[in-house]
């Protein structure tokens, strides 16, 4: 007989943004609520995103108005509740007279504009880019452009302020713990959940979520008794990263001849990153690394828009990262909706399996899921996560150059660099991060160019951080700053400490 150790009214299996915004809006309605990951929070697909929150706005081609105007209500919502770890981005669209008509791209971007209510975003307009910053850096055969609104977000610590959240809300939070066993027991399922380490536990779960991603089918057909009704197909998404190719504050929007977008986008201040591309993988899962072909398409499509030319030796990062598409509607790639499918297995104990999503509309995307979990188990409790800030982002009037300026009286012994970067990514928990420390002596050790021993243990205590690659790829992205072998460094010691 199967000794269970604990029990739970949900539990949600994925740490990506999906889960873990399950996770919070769960645990925010008082249901028992349990989180588990098989490996980091946001190790796959949710920090291998463009780092965009926006309406889609080559969706309009495809007359998916829906999804546009959800995407571009939830931009509203993401930017209002992290503005640390979210901000609005101008983003200009040089035209191209052999690819669309510059009468089709304001049409769209007119819609784009109007499709929902915009409290802060200037509206879209036509620009010179003979005289705009923005047309410095390009060919100069590109004199006309369109400028128009969109935001930037830090996707892994988006999944970490959400995983937080639920924490702080009731949850438990398991990371580096694969849920390997789903069985029926009556109206309940009982869970085995195995650690790294190969210590197993089980529990007893109301209802169970599958948001693991890439691996929502393959975990319904390796784990439980219900096998997958839908197979995605899985396309991969790259991005290179070189050294900055512009010195202004604007994103761009490239055409490609072959009807696919790709964005270049300020990344982390001394680089540009480049991305996106669109292939079908096959491959391993965890590991869909980008490929020659994809890399060299990226760089063609840099080439083809700014005066300096790009080669492979420009790189000096690189990451990819899967989306689910369900096969039904994956004729043509580029054309696919990004918009998620719920399936709600009630045949059993209730099973709820989500495919796809954006990362714009994680969050209505989990509100639709609680509001569906929730009567099953018995729990009349609204939404609420619309209206209320992450762990972080309670900044006074949302204004994070104000909030900066307050940081910088009060932390006065940190150089400006490291004060950036410490408001960015904390928000008001900054306060929490430097708790008892009034000097940079206090901050402890320089384990890695800035980087102290005393943020190294609030990511270890309050931010579910293990690896080096926790702290150097998703809690932060100074691995892209650093040299060679710094992770190493980093994971010596850590087992140090």
Request: proline share 5%.
């Amino acid at each position: 007989m199967t000794t269970v150790s604990g029990s739970c009214d949900v539990l949600v299996v994925g740490g990506g943004i999906n889960g873990a915004g399950i996770a919070r809006d769960a645990a925010g309605r008082g249901l028992r609520t349990v989180l588990c990951e098989q490996h980091d929070l946001a190790s796959h697909t949710s920090s291998a995103s463009t780092k965009l929150v926006h309406g889609g706005l080559r969706y309009l081609e495809f007359y998916d108005f829906g999804l546009v105007r959800k995407s571009l209500q939830e931009r509203e919502v993401v930017l209002a509740s992290a503005p640390h770890l979210s901000w609005p981005l101008r983003f200009v669209l040089p035209h191209d007279s052999h690819l669309r008509p510059a009468w089709m791209i304001r049409a769209g971007l007119f819609l784009y504009d109007h499709l929902a209510r915009r409290r802060n975003l200037p509206a879209s307009k036509t620009i010179d880019l003979r005289t705009h910053p923005a047309g410095k850096p390009l060919e100069t055969h590109y004199r006309k452009g369109f400028e128009y609104s969109d935001g930037w977000v830090d996707d892994a610590r988006l999944v970490v302020a959400n995983a937080i959240d639920a924490l702080e809300r009731g949850a438990e939070v398991l990371t580096r713990t694969a849920c390997v066993g789903l069985q029926p027991d009556g109206a309940q399922w009982i869970a085995t959940l195995r650690a790294t380490d190969g210590r197993e536990r089980t529990l007893r779960a109301r209802l169970v979520v599958n948001a693991a991603g890439p691996w929502v089918a393959d975990f319904l057909d390796r784990c439980t008794p219900k096998p997958a009704r839908h197979h995605p197909r899985m396309i991969r998404g790259s991005h290179i990263v070189v050294r900055k190719l512009f010195d202004h504050e604007f994103a761009y929007i490239f055409q490609a001849p072959d009807g696919r977008i790709v964005f270049a986008l300020p990344y982390e201040g001394d680089f540009t990153l480049i991305g996106t591309t669109e292939s079908e993988y096959t491959g391993d899962l965890a590991q869909p690394a980008i490929v020659a072909a994809e890399q060299a398409y990226l760089l063609e499509m840099a080439n083809r828009y700014f005066q300096r030319d790009l080669g492979v030796n420009d790189v000096v990062w690189t990451f990819a990262g899967l989306r689910p598409l369900l096969a039904a509607s994956m004729d043509d790639p580029k054309s696919v909706t990004r918009d998620y499918v719920i399936d709600f297995d009630r045949s059993g104990p209730p099973l709820l399996s989500v495919y796809g999503g954006k990362l714009t509309t994680y969050r209505k995307l989990a509100e639709t899921v609680v509001d569906m979990l929730a009567p099953a188990l018995g729990n009349a409790s609204g939404a609420w996560t619309a209206a209320a800030p992450l762990p972080g982002g309670d900044l006074p009037d949302a204004d994070f150059e104000g909030f900066l300026a307050q940081m910088g009286a009060r932390y006065d012994w940190l150089v400006p660099a490291l004060l950036h970067r410490y408001a960015r990514a904390y928000g008001t928990r900054m306060d929490r991060m430097l708790a008892g420390c009034t000097t940079v002596a206090d901050l402890g050790e320089e384990v890695l160019p800035g980087l102290y021993a005393q943020e190294i243990h609030y990511l270890r205590a309050a931010e579910f951080a293990r690896t080096a690659q926790d702290v150097l790829y998703r809690r932060s992205k100074l691995g892209v700053h650093l040299a060679a072998g710094s992770e190493k460094v980093l994971d010596e010691w850590l087992s140090q400490h």
